[in-house]
């Protein structure tokens, strides 16, 4: 029987979403606030749900201070307390949205975390108490 | 990907049914049958389901907090679902139907390529109600 296990961790930083080869006009309509030029921040809080069987042995799924390492190297570590655009790559060339951002933090613990038994099952990346995004791995360009 | 937006209303309502007799509308509804009414603080999540767009996006969050905003809270907010709404006349204003009723007026002038995917309205913190779009 699968098992799902959620970690849940947090980290503040700043962004601007815009994009450099469009107007300020244009960007202000795509992304309005968020799209001040010298940025703004967020405390953001990110949920990561992996799934897997219990270990008859140990009566866990994983072990959450692997999780937890993991997801402080990946993410809490290089991307608390910065500026996103400017200090943590994609950033500097793809707007940081919450949707990008989830993508990301996918992509960074994907390799990490897959294994025999074991899997990346969700990232949900809330910017706000107010907005967040659910990410699966699924096709989403 | 899913992007869920939270959004707020504060309405008023009473649960009756007007076929059925006083004691039955008692027996049914309890509390929330009370002849005056009475109102919540209503929490309600819209989740849409799609691509990315362009700009890196699932949807224009300004066209989004607009489209539901003047689609939908403009209608509910301060507002008593028992007289004030029009899709809510003649059908009890339960929270499962006004969560029906807001998924119809959503998908009747849907603007986002991403699909609607669900609607949650929390009535208060120990009542949730999630209806797939």
Redesign the interface.
């Known amino acids: 029987m699968a098992m799902f296990l959620t970690r849940r961790a947090e980290f503040s930083a700043s962004h601007v979403?815009s994009?450099p080869s469009l107007s300020e006009a244009e960007n202000q309509a795509?992304?309005?606030l968020?799209a001040n030029p010298h940025g703004h921040g967020h405390n953001y809080v990110v949920e990561v749900t992996v799934e897997g069987e219990t270990d008859p042995v140990t009566g866990m799924v994983f072990d959450l201070r692997e999780l937890k390492q993991v997801l402080n190297d990946q993410v809490i570590e290089p991307m608390d307390h910065r500026f996103l655009n400017r200090e943590v790559a994609p950033f500097d060339r793809?707007?940081p949205?919450?949707?990008?951002v989830?993508?990301e933090i996918w992509n960074r613990l994907k390799p990490r975390l897959d294994r025999p038994g074991l899997r990346l099952a969700n990232v949900r990346l809330y910017e706000t108490?107010?907005?967040?995004?659910?990410?699966r791995g699924?096709?989403?360009? | 990907m899913l992007l869920t937006r939270r959004y707020r209303f504060s309405a008023s309502h009473r649960l009756d049914v007007p076929a059925l007799s006083p004691e039955e509308n008692r027996r049914l509804f309890g509390k929330c049958n009370n002849p005056y009414g009475h109102g919540h603080d209503y929490v309600l999540d819209v989740t849409l389901e799609g691509r990315l767009d362009e700009s890196g996006q699932i949807a224009n969050r300004s066209t989004l907090d607009r489209f539901i905003g003047e689609g939908i809270l403009a209608r509910i907010d301060h507002r008593n679902l028992n007289t004030d709404v029009a899709e809510l006349q003649g059908i009890v204003p339960t929270t499962e139907n006004l969560a029906a009723a807001i998924r119809d007026a959503l998908l009747e002038n849907w603007p986002f390529r991403a699909r609607l995917d669900r609607v949650r309205i929390s009535e208060t913190n120990r009542n949730i109600f999630e209806l797939e779009s």
Request: net charge negative; glycine share 4%; hydrophobic share 30%.
């Open positions: 979403c994009n795509l992304y309005g968020a793809v707007p949205t919450t949707e990008n989830a993508l108490p107010d907005l967040y995004v659910d990410y699924e096709p989403c360009s």
